[in-house]
């Protein structure tokens, strides 16, 4: 199936003078011809002949519709448009006139690194956080939907008038409404001095505000990584292209651009070979919160209006792609070096979501032409969902095909001997194939001439290692990484009729706690737990952070200290500023997800109600530790704002005790978030233990009577029973505790017996 709809030009008047009427009008009437028949159709023939093939072509076509032969019809269709024959542009290389910047008030501005947006509105706070970002030079590129008053100080904007009159022959072929006017803001920053791109959206926060922390900015001179970068194995010749989301943590997860085919491969690396780093021209980052997903995967993979949070491994290592393999690549989280800015044109005659990923199939394979390679890097930007879903259509250039293209282009040779003649024959080629139209062949002519006319210097070629023989990978060159198999989205569209209880439970589980962030931390082993706490509750949960006393960067474990864990959760806060609420746990307890449905959200929940766990202990007769820790809840008490200290003083009326509650589980929704927090700062370097201080900042935060009761049925005992008795668990109490989990033998007892209240859990472990 072709992705593009040509239409025939307009046939053009023939040149020379016009025919004078009056030689015209002494032949208006012609002698009468003869009717015999035999004299009119040999006249005639031709034209009979003519008529005949239309209809024949017309059955043929009608014919191969309706059988259904899509194939057929497609070489059918595909050898009809053959013979529209496209024409190979012609450029004289050499006799290319400069175009220097005369209209613009940046005449004389230059700069190494730009970062450049396409904008259809105000600016974003994530665009304002981009001109943040010291040593780069944000360049705003506009549509006919930007506003006419658009402004950013620090920014330099570009509206379609000022882009008209720069000069640039690729002007004439873009669209009005499209980001793909990009392409402008590309040439106009390497005409003013750029030496890398990152191509970025308005709508993603760098992670710390630094590009220079995640990607290779410099790779060459004093500043640049010299190291060895992990590369997939090139030992599979018919693999051409893969998922890197699973090598940063998320198997169920796959990338806009990625063959639907290949989804199903999930499977991790069996092992990695190393490649030495310096030619990563291409530097694709990953996107914490809504990655770089396609359609097919967002109205499968979410409930209701629920904004994605998907979260990949930070710690995992950067990994490149050898030769013969590819992998999507987008435009709104790449950096270009200059040795690839040849690759930032971004097609025009192809749908606007398809436009990014072939423009990154088509430079990838022209990127090993001149021995340079692209680097996938752990996440580098949180992309924020706007739940703002776009329409199937918008990407049919690429499920029809990107699976052909990809082996297409790794299959494809050419014999030029500069790079803007492969390049110029690639876009040839691809229009032949129909990957785009001849529009797209008109347009690379058009970008090609205008870099060499705003001083761009091509890179030269190098020998392609795909015609070498492929060297066997020896047990000593075979690198392994294991990749995290963090929490996955699971299906999330409810589908009358056909889905059953247990899938129905999870959706209504997934609903309830789908925005709410479960905190943990771990007192026993978690290189033998961490990923089973994350695989059961991260079903339920938006994110699952886990904390301990050491930290782990391979599980990504955090360090906590648990008698203080409370001055840690401001800044968890902080991470996760849309969620509903944050569920603190401990792993000596398990909680019963699904008999927290009726919870209110919006209320405070502690297991004030159960006695063993929340207890009040008078500092008389006790220990100094008691008072000790009595008189700094006082002396907090004393500073704190006048609706929290009433609701304390309300609460706690004997000044001779203290409130001790355990706190192996409590839930703060957002509205209290800011009033915990400033509870933290009042208590600052004081030591009061976390027993202590989560009771006293719930009953100052609101009257326990306001709690909401969700906790009340927990099963509480002070000894743990041996051998985690049966006898203790109960599927209708929200929580029991204690429970003792060190090893994947207790955590399977675990799934087992918690089967009863959620039995999905034995086909998912």
């Known amino acids: 199936m072709l992705v593009q709809d040509r239409s025939n030009p307009t046939p053009k008047s023939p040149k020379g003078p016009k025919p004078k009427l009056r030689n015209i009008l002494p032949n208006r009437f012609s002698e009468a011809k003869s009717l015999d028949f035999s004299t009119w159709l040999s006249e005639n023939l031709y034209k009979i002949l003519t008529v005949l093939l239309f209809i024949a072509t017309v059955a043929a076509v009608v014919f191969l519709r309706n059988v259904g032969d899509t194939t057929a019809l497609l070489r059918f269709e595909t050898q009809s448009r053959n013979l529209e024959k496209i024409e190979f542009p012609h450029v004289k290389w050499d006799s290319i006139a400069p175009i220097t910047d005369k209209s613009s008030p940046f005449a004389n501005f230059r700069a190494d690194r730009w970062i450049v947006v396409s904008v259809s509105d105000y600016p974003t706070d994530s665009l304002r956080n981009l001109v943040k970002i010291r040593g780069w030079q944000v360049l705003a590129i506009g549509n006919s939907k930007t506003p006419s008053d658009w402004t950013l100080k620090g920014a330099i904007f570009l509206s379609l008038e000022q882009q008209a009159l720069l000069g640039f022959r690729v002007v004439d072929f873009l669209p009005y409404d ?7 803001g590309y040439l106009f920053a390497i005409q003013h001095g750029a030496k890398k791109i990152f191509d970025a959206d308005n709508r993603g926060d760098v992670i710390d505000g630094d590009l220079g922390k995640h990607f290779d900015v410099e790779l060459v001179g004093e500043s640049a990584r010299q190291e060895v970068i992990l590369q997939y194995s090139h030992d599979n010749p018919n693999r051409t292209v893969i998922n890197p989301y699973i090598h940063f943590g998320q198997r169920s997860v796959w990338p806009r651009g990625l063959p639907l085919e290949n989804v199903g491969e999930i499977g991790h690396e069996e092992f990695y070979t190393e490649v030495f780093g310096g030619k990563q021209f291409i530097q694709q980052g990953i996107s914490n919160g809504l990655p770089d997903v396609d359609s097919v995967f967002y109205f499968t993979r979410k409930s209701g209006l629920e904004a994605f949070d998907i979260r990949f491994d930070e710690h995992a290592p950067k990994v490149a792609l050898p030769q013969g393999m590819m992998v ?5 989280n790449t950096i270009y070096h200059s040795s690839a800015f040849w690759g930032l044109m971004l097609p025009v005659s192809v749908s606007t979501m398809a436009s990014d990923v072939l423009r990154g199939y088509w430079g990838q394979r022209l990127l090993w032409e001149i ?9 580098t930007v949180h992309r924020h969902d706007r739940i703002e879903a776009y329409p199937f259509s918008k990407e049919k250039d690429l499920h029809v095909n990107v699976g052909r293209l990809t082996k297409f282009l790794v299959s494809w040779r050419s014999n030029k001997h500069r790079l803007f003649e492969k390049i110029l024959e690639l876009s040839f080629v691809m229009a032949e194939e129909g990957f785009w139209s001849e529009k797209d062949l008109r347009f690379t002519a058009a970008w090609l001439q205008d870099l060499l006319a705003v001083g761009y ?3 030269r070629l190098m020998s392609l290692e795909l015609d070498r023989p492929r060297a066997s990978i020896g047990h000593g060159d075979r690198k392994e990484f294991v990749p995290q198999k963090l929490p996955s989205v699971h299906l999330g569209v409810e589908e009358t009729g056909s889905v059953n209880y247990e899938i129905a439970n999870l959706i209504r589980w997934r609903k309830n706690f789908g925005n709410v962030v479960l905190i943990m931390f771990c007192n026993g082993p978690v290189e033998r737990t961490a990923l089973e706490w994350r695989l059961l509750y991260g079903r339920i949960f938006k994110t699952v952070i886990i904390l301990s006393g050491a930290k782990n ?14 001055k840690q959760m401001p800044t968890i806060f902080d991470r996760y500023t849309s969620a509903d609420g944050f569920l603190f746990l401990q792993d000596d307890t398990i909680l019963n997800y699904w008999n927290l449905l009726q919870a209110d959200r919006t209320k405070l929940w502690i297991a004030n109600k159960v006695s063993k766990s929340w207890s009040t202990v008078s500092t008389n007769g006790n220990s100094d530790w008691f008072s000790k820790q009595a008189d700094m809840v006082n002396k907090v008490v004393s500073s704190m704002q006048v609706h929290l200290q009433v609701n304390y003083k309300e609460s706690i009326t004997d000044g001779q005790s203290i409130t001790i509650c355990s706190s192996e589980v409590f839930y703060i929704p957002r509205r209290f978030v800011a009033d915990f927090v400033e509870l933290v700062n009042l208590v600052g370097s004081l030591e009061i233990h976390q027993k202590v201080a989560i009771p006293m900042f719930f009953v100052s935060m609101d009257s326990p009577q306001n709690f909401d009761p969700a906790l009340s049925t927990m ?10 008795s049966s006898t203790l668990y109960s599927a209708q109490a929200a929580a029991i505790h204690p429970w003792n989990v060190s090893s994947e033998q207790d955590f399977i007892k675990l799934i087992r017996i918690m089967a009863e209240g959620d039995p999905l859990l034995l086909e998912l472990f």
Request: charged share 25%; hydrophobic share 25%; proline share 15%.
């Open 328 to 332: 999507p690549v987008n435009s709104f």
């Open 178 to 184: 499209s980001y793909v006017r990009k392409t402008v």
């Open 371 to 379: 021995g340079g390679y692209v680097v996938v890097y752990p996440p």
């Open 457 to 459: 210097q091509q890179p």
């Open 553 to 566: 960067p391979d599980l990504a474990v955090e360090e906590g200290k648990l008698e203080k864990l409370y």
């Open 715 to 724: 099963i509480y005992k002070e000894e743990p029973p041996t051998n985690n």
